[in-house]
Structures are given as C-alpha cells and as structure tokens.
C-alpha cells in the first residue's frame, strides 16, 4: 500500500500536475482562477493535493516500517497496533481526501 501511494503521488506531481499549470489561458487552473465561483477549487483543494496529499505516503511508509520491524510482536504489543492503526486510518483519509478533490477539480476544469 505505501507503494502505490507513492507512486499515485508522484505520477500526480510530476505527469499531471504540469498540466494542471500550464501557463495558457485556457488551462485548468486559469479557468479555476478566472471565475470567483471556482476559485476556491484551487486554493483549497489544489493545495491539498499539492501538499497534504504528501502525508499519505510518508504515514502509509512509517507502517509498513513498524510492521516490518515489530512482525510477530505486533500481536502483544496493542501500543503499537494502535499506533499503526491510527497512522494508516489518517494515511487513507488524507489520499481519499485528495481523490475526492482531484475528482471535484475535474468535473469543474477538466484536463485536455
């Protein structure tokens, strides 16, 4: 799972992003920004799929470690099965979180 998440924000930053802000008129983002109705689409949730969505790796990353290391402890140890559980559950809400608002942004200012 801390792959694929980061691989899903990484392929975000650095394939579709671009396009995201290009710098023509007719770029989602401008097309965001040009209307006031919208614009909130890109300031709130441009920027947490820009910078938020990072915690989902890093959390989902910190799991698969503390699973890696404590494996057959994990069964006697509740503190650090409570530890994992809360730190995967914020890792999953933050990318569900980021979906949510990719998919939003996409329905008001689609990429081309």
């Known amino acids: 799972m801390a792959l694929v998440a980061w691989l899903t924000v990484i392929t975000g ?9 290009a710098g023509d008129p ?5 097309t965001l920004l040009a ?10 949730g441009m920027e947490w799929k ?6 989902a ?14 494996r057959e402890d994990m069964a006697h140890r509740q503190d650090v099965r409570r530890a994992a559980l809360v730190l995967f559950t914020i890792a ?5 979180i980021a979906g949510i608002f990719g998919a ?9």
């Not at 209307?35 to 709130?44: E, Y």
């Not at 999953?92 to 569900?96: I, N």
Request: aromatic share 20%.
């Open 50 to 55: 820009e910078h938020v969505a990072w915690v």
């Open 57 to 70: 790796p890093i959390l989902a990353t910190a799991v698969a470690f503390a699973v890696t290391y404590y």
């Open 104 to 112: 939003f942004i996409n329905k008001v200012a689609p990429i081309r």
């Open 13 to 21: 930053t650095w394939i579709v992003y671009p396009w995201y802000r």
């Open 92 to 96: 999953f809400l933050t990318a569900g």
């Open 26 to 30: 007719s770029s989602p983002r401008s």
């Open 35 to 44: 209307d006031p109705g919208t614009a909130g689409w890109h300031r709130f």
